[in-house]
């Protein structure tokens, strides 16, 4: 059997090349090699700021510390809250003790006085009456003066005046307060106890406390600083669960879905992280400067968020990393 020429054996050997490398051409194609994606690490943080002002009285962490929720981050001098809480008890004590009063009425001995008080404009009444009828009919004989008598008609219209008045009081004494001055009273103490809870809210406020898990990134106060309300104090990193925003262009929208499993790298970084795309946007905007791809940047792409489920240390927010989606379909598909 006769060899073939050299130059006919290469001409063959990069036909074949060829034809591998183009998919024969056109003509046919290879197993799909899935889908690479491009994005960053989500940077997922927490300002913490008092909301109440004073003197820091404490600080429990340093920067690069790991927090777990409800741990104490630092704390106010609580001294000025504690006094206005004193006081506003001593508020709630004396607005109580007015609604009593009111509720319980008047004394037995207040009632008995008052009466008392009846009987004597009764009795006062009584003589200013029998002066008048004594001195009546003689007033025309002259046998009384005129300013005696006078002073006669002055004196029953006094007397009639002082028994309506003490009438009077002693109702009221029997009837007690009246429903408004109750329902007034009542008020005063509901405002009482609404101002000791308010006061009680910023006691608790003087203590800062780890909303979630993380990593203290920033401290900004010191032990003895001043601090103004809402002014931040620790910045915390929320690293869990780790989520990476990654982009799809929009002729690979339809190769992935929810649910698909991916692969994250990070450069410098040989493992390979395990992940699951959660969520796809329904909204297409143009691919940030921050996402390096191949694609021109004026292409559209679609957001999404792929939350890590092995994360470690080698993965750190605001790192781009590249996503690899092996479960994408084919690109004819789409």
Do not use: C, H
């Amino acid at each position: 059997m006769k060899r073939l020429p050299v130059a006919i054996v290469a001409v063959l050997v990069v036909l074949a090349i060829a034809a591998f490398a183009t998919g024969g051409f056109g003509l046919w194609r290879g197993g799909d090699k899935g889908l690479t994606l491009y994005g960053n690490v989500d940077i997922r943080e927490v300002d913490m700021a008092f909301e109440v002002g004073g003197r820091i009285d404490e600080v429990a962490v340093e920067e690069g510390d790991r927090v777990k929720e409800g741990d104490l981050l630092a704390a106010v001098d609580p001294a000025r809250n504690r006094d206005r809480l004193a006081q506003a008890e001593a508020q709630i004590a004396q607005a109580e003790a007015q609604l009593a009063r009111l509720r319980n009425g008047n004394r037995p001995q207040d009632i008995a006085q008052s009466r008392a008080r009846v009987a004597a404009a009764e009795a006062a009444l009584a003589n200013a009456r029998a002066a008048y009828t004594r001195r009546e009919p003689l007033v025309e004989s002259g046998a009384v003066s005129r300013n005696v008598w006078d002073q006669t008609r002055a004196e029953l219209r006094r007397a009639e005046a002082q028994l309506a008045e003490a009438s009077q009081a002693a109702s009221l004494a029997s009837a007690g307060a009246r429903s408004e001055d109750i329902a007034a009273a009542e008020a005063q103490v509901e405002a009482a106890r609404a101002q000791r809870a308010a006061i009680d809210t910023d006691l608790g406020d003087t203590k800062l406390e780890a909303p979630v898990d993380g990593t203290v990134v920033t401290r900004a106060i010191e032990p003895g600083s001043l601090v103004q309300p809402g002014t931040t104090a620790f910045t915390i990193a929320i690293d869990r669960p780790m989520r990476v925003r990654a982009y799809v262009a929009e002729p690979d929208l339809s190769r992935i879905q929810p649910g698909m499993k991916v692969v994250v790298r990070a450069d410098g970084n040989s493992k390979e992280y395990q992940g699951t795309i959660g969520y796809i946007s329904p909204r297409a905007e143009f691919t940030p400067k921050s996402v390096e791809t191949e694609d021109l940047r004026t292409d559209l792409v679609y957001q999404l968020r792929i939350v890590v489920s092995d994360p470690d240390d080698g993965l750190r927010q605001g790192q781009p990393v590249s996503v690899s989606v092996p479960q994408a379909r084919a690109a004819a598909e789409g």
